[in-house]
Nanobody
Framework: QVQLVESGGGLVQAGGSLRLSCAAS????????MAWFRQAPGKEREFVAF???????DYVDSVKGRFTIYRDNAKKTVYLQMNSLKPEDPAVYYC??????????????????WGQGTQVTVSS
């Protein structure tokens, strides 16, 4: 069983930055693929960023160049550094873990474990 706890959300002005953290339990965190998804009100949950156990990463086009996903295996934590936040970025951001290394990592169904979410709000 893996537990994920997100933190770091909050209110920020457009153009500002936030760093989200996701702390994981589990002895083999370094072997997990990890991702961030987000869900805005009235919208479906969408893929934001991925980092594999080999540290390869991928991003949805709308955040490329602004967001960076990285991990610290010693701390069992994955981060999402969000810069140049835009009015379209507000959502509840969720961390997800995939212990099995599914190839379809942009899909929610690839992930077995989810955090409770952290709210990001951007003021214009």
């Amino acid at each position: 069983q893996v537990q994920l706890v997100e933190s770091g959300g909050g209110l920020v002005q457009a153009g500002g930055s936030l760093r989200l953290s996701c702390a994981a339990s589990g002895r083999t965190f370094s072997n997990y693929n990890m991702a961030w998804f987000r869900q805005a009100p009235g919208k479906e949950r969408e893929f934001v960023a991925f980092i594999g156990w080999t540290a390869g990463s991928d991003y949805v086009d709308s955040v490329k160049g602004r967001f960076t996903i990285y991990r610290d295996n010693a701390k069992k934590t994955v981060y999402l550094q969000m810069n140049s936040l835009k009015p379209e970025d507000p959502a509840v951001y969720y961390c997800a873990a995939d212990p099995d290394g599914a190839a379809y990592y942009r899909r929610q169904t690839a992930y077995d474990y989810w955090g409770q979410g952290t709210q990001v709000t951007v003021s214009s």
